[in-house]
């Protein structure tokens, strides 16, 4: 099963063998054919994320846990793919940092400044809109997120991150349901995991009603992504996910 090379990826070898198993698999179950585009979600641009999730689909609620240094690049690394290339139309909260410091950062990973559209953010090409206000209360957050909806018609949501929030986490469900996309929710994980898979339990908010409401829930470690909830595909290991990290300067 050919498996398109995508420029965030994991390893050439583990995207030939998760691309046969899968497909095996798939076949074996009488599941439908993950190249249906009918039934193929939004892609995160990883290659083995994607074809053990089949994409990212309308109305899901899928959780990212990771590290606080790690998972603004994570999520990033995902915009890029699909600002790069699907042209998704990318609504993204930053309620941690700053606007201008994150397209600094997205233009890094996408190596736009030596082309001068370091501002590409503004450009209807690229397609990613972006919203920082700093201590909204909830009527802001969903007057600013039905506008994104409504004016220009976004297709993927990315919260940024869990513990701002200005909603009861049970109410990002009807969220994702009412705007008929996927939300991506970024999580910060507890303590020091370095020797231990993340679990639902090591994030800092609501473990128990995170895993009640979502569809999706994924971890960063180390270089792999755990999936430890899927409701529309497998759960798992996907090995060895790289991405460009963001300068520090």
Request: glycine content about 6%; hydrophobic content about 45%.
């Amino acid at each position: 099963m050919a498996v398109k090379n995508y420029y965030f990826n994991i390893t050439d070898s583990l995207i030939s063998w998760i691309g046969v198993s899968l497909a095996l698999r798939l076949e074996n179950e009488g599941m439908v054919s993950w190249k249906d585009a009918e039934n193929r979600g939004i892609e995160s641009g990883f290659a083995g994320l994607d074809l053990e999730t089949r994409g990212f689909h309308n109305s899901e609620l899928i959780y990212i846990g990771a590290p606080v240094v790690r998972k603004t690049d994570f999520a990033l690394a995902m915009v890029a793919n699909m600002l790069k290339f699907s042209k998704t139309k990318v609504g993204y909260f930053s309620l941690e940092i700053r606007k201008e410091m994150l397209i600094k950062n997205l233009s890094s990973i996408l190596f736009m400044e030596k082309f001068g559209w370091s501002d590409f953010i503004f450009k209807e090409d690229m397609p990613f809109f972006c919203i920082d206000t700093p201590n909204m209360n909830s009527t802001d957050f969903l007057n600013n997120v039905h506008k994104l909806r409504m004016k220009y018609g976004i297709q993927i949501l990315f919260i940024d991150c869990l513990e701002f929030v200005p909603l009861e986490i049970f109410f990002l469900k009807e969220l994702a349901v009412e705007l008929d996309i996927p939300v991506i929710v970024l999580a910060k994980t507890t303590g020091n995991l370095k020797n231990k898979e993340p679990d639902i339990k090591d994030l800092y908010t609501c473990s128990d009603v995170i895993e009640q409401n979502a569809d999706l829930i994924m971890f960063l470690h180390h270089s792999d992504v755990i999936i430890t909830k899927n409701k529309n595909g497998y759960e798992g290991i996907v090995k060895d996910v790289r991405f460009k990290r963001r300068r520090n300067d």
